[in-house]
Nanobody
Framework: QLQVVESGGGLVQTGGSLLLSCAVP????????IAWFRQAPGKEREGVSC????????SYADSVKGRFTISRDSVKKMVFLQMDNLRPEDTGHYRC??????????????????WGRGTQVTVSS
């Protein structure tokens, strides 16, 4: 069974850091793209970052470039999102998703088939 399980959310002050983890135990990571999406109350879901696990190419939303870093551990079948210099506008429900392998991953939710239930990130001002 292909499961996606997130962890690592929490409450942090502005300027702080969090590390989100996405466990995908049933996947052969090299054959999938993994992405992080977030949604704040009253707002649409937003793609945050993705990684193409065959070549480690990554994409980031403009709002997080230079602050967030996506990485993977294929042996442990995990993908990580290191979030630094967090801002109140980063607050939201973060979900990890797996989709078909792409030459370069994209931050379009329709490309991702397997979704986790998410983890909450709250950044206080």
């Amino acid at each position: 069974q292909l499961q996606v399980v997130e962890s690592g959310g929490g409450l942090v002050q502005t300027g702080g850091s969090l590390l989100l983890s996405c466990a995908v135990p049933g996947f052969t990571l090299d054959y999938f793209a993994i992405a992080w999406f977030r949604q704040a109350p009253g707002k649409e879901r937003e793609g945050v970052s993705c990684i193409n696990n065959s070549n480690d190419s990554a994409s980031y939303a403009d709002s997080v470039k230079g602050r967030f870093t996506i990485s993977r551990d294929s042996v442990k079948k995990m993908v990580f999102l290191q979030m630094d210099n967090l801002r109140p506008e980063d607050t939201g429900h973060y979900r990890c998703a797996a989709g078909r392998l792409m030459s370069k991953c994209v931050l379009q939710s329709y490309e991702y088939v397997y979704w986790g239930r998410g983890t909450q990130v709250t950044v206080s001002s």
